[in-house]
Structure formats: structure tokens, C-alpha cells
């Protein structure tokens, strides 16, 4: 299964963009599709996880409220709507799959990974 991220770009703070993962290949129907990100010098971390099977929806507490991730079955694709964006959530993003249920914030229990997004928030 590959996995395609697109969507990123350049915004003012406060502005909005919209991330599409696109899964080729394969499904992961019944499993999970987890958004990290990495900014310079720092680690990467879990931003936000969503649920094939029942839509269920995980995020990071920085994010709350801020982002909205949903799938479309269909065109086996995650979305990342992310608002009220912040300078600090600069980063490159990263979408990833797992075909088990479980939902985690580890990124070593996802399987398959996305190439990355360039976002930046200029303030």
C-alpha cells in the first residue's frame, strides 16, 4: 500500500489548509490513518488519527478544536482540515496507515507512511 500526502503550503497565521492523504494499492479498511508532523530540531509527533471502519476521530491536544480529520471511503482518501492555524504548527506533515483497529499516538505502530507536506504558518 502507498501512500500520497498533498495539501501543504505557505499561510498567514490564522489562515486554513486542507491535507489529502491518498491511499493506492491496498485499503486499510478496519484499520487507522494517524497525521504526524515534524518541525525543525524537533521530534516528530502525533497531530490527529481517524478510524476506517467508525470514523472516529483522535487528536493532540494542540490541534483540538483547531483541525478535523474525516475519511472518504470511497476514494480511499483522509482529509486534514486544519484552521486557526498557528506559526508554531510549521511542519512538515506526515500521513500513516495501520491495518489493526487500535488506535495509537506511537508512530512506530504504523506500518506505511506518506512522503510529507511542507506547512508553513508565517506570523
Known amino acids: 500500500v502507498q501512500l500520497q500526502a498533498f495539501g501543504g503550503g505557505l499561510v498567514q497565521a490564522g489562515g486554513s489548509l486542507r491535507l489529502s492523504c491518498a491511499a493506492s494499492g491496498g485499503t486499510f479498511s478496519g484499520g487507522v490513518m494517524g497525521w504526524f508532523r515534524q518541525a525543525p530540531g524537533k521530534e516528530r509527533e502525533f497531530v490527529a488519527a481517524?478510524?476506517?471502519?467508525?470514523?472516529?476521530?483522535y487528536y493532540a491536544g494542540s490541534v483540538k478544536g483547531r483541525f478535523t480529520n474525516s475519511r472518504d471511503n470511497a476514494k480511499n482518501t483522509v482529509y486534514l482540515q486544519m484552521n486557526i492555524l498557528k506559526p508554531e504548527d510549521t511542519a512538515v506533515y506526515y500521513c500513516a496507515g495501520r491495518k489493526t483497529r487500535y488506535y495509537t499516538q506511537q508512530d512506530y505502530d504504523y506500518d506505511y507512511w506518506g512522503q510529507g507536506t511542507q506547512v508553513t504558518v508565517s506570523s
Open positions: 481517524i478510524t476506517w471502519s467508525g470514523g472516529s476521530t
